[in-house]
């Protein structure tokens, strides 16, 4: 049986004008899109193979090449659309589950784009954080309700372990395997010059990043990937991973052919053979489990480490939450449904979870309303683009924000959404060694640091407009802001008045 | 002096270096005024099996065989220690191109002459146009002694 043809998506456009025939496009394709060809004496294209990655676009020395949405289409049908009738033929040729990679592109609605800002006029003045004091330090983890005072009246130091982060913004859980290992030393490097953390991921830390763990989250997932006294030891921090925001309720799945030699030290699983990670922990069905392996990990690191506990914003997250602060966690991560991935099921990825904003804003009143929202510390992540994103998020009531995408784009991801192939040309989601070589950690952690700098900039100027001048201050600060366009219930989940509204 | 080094390792083989070299050295406006020309780049990626590649240009030897052999007294050391070339002077007995352990000093365009990398100071870049354009900074311009 032979496959049905699909039109590629996209296409090369090559201006033959400007094309000189260095053929640095067809040494850089890893799906080997561009050729020579002699009858024609030109380069040619083969869009069928291009992923739209737009390494060629970005290494063309005349800027030559451009891709394009193929003009290819059906007959219009605005139930049966162009894609969905693909998806179709593509499950009909092969018998598969679809695969994606990347977070929900679909256009569900985005909250941070319906919520607006506040600024000082007249009465309370704005702060110019370029001549004034603008803090961005945050402190992760639990904090006190009250002081303690000893019989002499000293204060008793009786804070639990915290991270200190320079900037609200960590870099979220990428796995060495799923990512390379030049992508993990530009996220170690960056964490460690912008004095903030990345994380492993579950796929453990490589030997040679053991030097970056004081900012380094090491996390524990449902496989155990890697996990041992010395990796627990090596972390500022450790993380039970217990669902991810692009594919809650799943499991994962490293293909055979990602693990490598040094990606199998590092996990701890046999080299070529797939790595699944099992959809639950098989020893956590309660918060009370859950406990008891906050506890474990506790108890191996001496009391010493902060325990972060991630889920996915799914429907009932706000109580999961409630328990998890209840459960001796420290910290509590959520990870919203638009958050990426290196491989989920097409349809659990576009399918499953919610939005973050309001799984953000339910869990913080859930915890406020109950008391218990010093128990723990909250960041989430899961599509957070901007740092207009991050200060929305922090007034809707988030310690600190984690950032993953966005920082994979800073290294040169142009969101292909074909992870899951390996073939990554641009050196971050693979381990075939000639294309890791394209990520020179010297350039990208650099990007990186850039990238976080930057934001930190503007949530200055945007805190210093607020007339705030600590991140502190911001917290949960729904007054600051309002909603456009959104209906009744959704600004009662969030918090937040309408647009217009005043005090 | 500062000289051009390439670190093997972040080296893609992707070719750029050679062209950045000929449109430097070329007089020309605009890089697409290459099309249809053959170029004679004065940088060279060596291929190798197991994606081994490296960039290879003049090395600026403190013991510069080429300028040793040189019938005609077309190479020689400047003051900074590059060596250079003087195409007026040479006679294209290739002495240099034979002896040259990099395989760093080529025949130019045309034939009649030798060429070699000067580290774009004789023409309008100024500073080494395969060290700013490469992308993933595997050639770089460093003084190491």
Known sequence: MSDIFIYPEYEVVRDRDACIGCRVCERQCANEVHRYDEVLGRMVADSTKCVNCHRCVCLCPTHALKIKKSEDCYRDNANWDYQTVNEVYRQANSGGVLLSSMGNPKPFPIYWDKILINASQVTNPPIDPLREPMETTVYLGKHNNEIERDGNGRIKNNLAPQLKLKVPVMFSAMSYGS?????HESLARAASELGTFYNTGEGGLHKDFYRYGANTIVQVASGRFGVYKDYLDAGAAIEIKM???????????????????????????PQGIDAISPAPHHDIYSIEDLRQLIYSLKEATGYKKPVIVKIAA?????????GIARSGADIIAIDGFRGGTGAAPTRIRDNVGIPIELALASIDGRLRHEGIRNNVSLIVGGSIRSAADVVKAIALGADACYIATAAVLAMGCHLCRTCNQGKCNWGIATQQPDLVKRLNPDIASKRLVNLVSAWNHEIQEIMGGMGINSIE??????LMLRGVGLNETELKILGIRHAGESL | MKRIYVNEQWCLGCHLCEYECAFANSNLKEMYHLKGKSIFPKIHVEDAADGIHYAVNCRHCQEAICVKSCIAGALSRDENGMVVIDQNKCVGCYTCVLVCPFGAVMPAEGGKVA???????????????CVAHCPNNAIVFEDRG
């Open chain 1, 314 to 322: 799914v429907h009932n997250c706000a109580a999961i939450a409630s």
């Open chain 1, 243 to 269: 669902g991810q925001g692009a594919k809650p309720g799943i499991g994962g799945h490293l293909p055979g052919k990602k693990i490598s030699a040094s990606v199998s030290e590092t996990r701890m699983t």
């Open chain 2, 115 to 129: 060429q070699k990398c000067e580290l774009c100071t004789k023409n309008a870049c100024g500073t080494p146009n």
């Open chain 1, 473 to 478: 201050a911001l917290r949960g600060n729904r």
């Open chain 1, 179 to 183: 990512i390379s290992y030049n992508a």
